[in-house]
């Protein structure tokens, strides 16, 4: 991956291409088996960037003591929708970094070679 920067355009095109059926599944096979080590990265980037700081619970404590259940419902959907949103952007942000990584000569990532368990794009077994 090189750090050119990319247009709107190419952007836009990419995720069409990646919004077609089928073309995620490899993806999330090489995601799965990452997991664990993905999540601590963003839960971490997260609480770095002051997410689930202070201000955060008190939205919480206010959201689930609000007397009105409509009311109480609207604000908690929306505090779940905003931290998906926001550690979709969070988890972007690490692929981005991941791919360089990978790509990025001279790294243990980028020298490794596969193990025959591998197939040739380097993700395990499925």
Partial sequence: MTD???TAEQVDA???EISEPGRLRRAEEVVTHAVPNLQRIIDGALHDGGWFSQGHEQ???QASAEPDPKMREARLH???ADESQLAMLVG???GFALARELDAPGTAAAEADPSPEHDPDGAPPA
């Fill in 4 to 6: 050119r920067p990319y």
């Fill in 14 to 16: 990419a995720v069409r």
């Fill in 59 to 61: 939205q919480i404590t």
């Fill in 78 to 80: 929306a505090l779940v």
């Fill in 92 to 94: 972007v942000t690490v």
